[in-house]
């Protein structure tokens, strides 16, 4: 079996505000279906997780992909 890949840092909080893990910077929704996801789609969320995050990280509202 191939490993996963997974942004998951283990810091598991959801921003009440945006939505998003503060950890990781996934939707609920990505979270729950990560494993259901290809390779290939969960490549294309994880690209997107440095930009959700780092308006996060500077006290901004995050921007959400659709």
């Known amino acids: 079996m191939n490993a996963v890949s997974s942004p ?9 505000v ?9 939707t609920l929704q990505e979270i ?13 969320i994880m690209a997107t997780l440095a930009d959700r ?4 990280r500077d006290g901004e509202e995050p921007r959400r992909s659709a």
């Open 32 to 44: 729950a279906q990560w494993s259901r996801f290809s390779e290939a789609e969960r490549l294309a």
């Open 18 to 26: 945006n939505k998003l893990c503060r950890g990781c910077g996934r």
């Open 8 to 16: 998951c840092i283990k810091v598991c909080v959801i921003d009440p």
């Open 53 to 56: 995050l780092s308006p996060q």
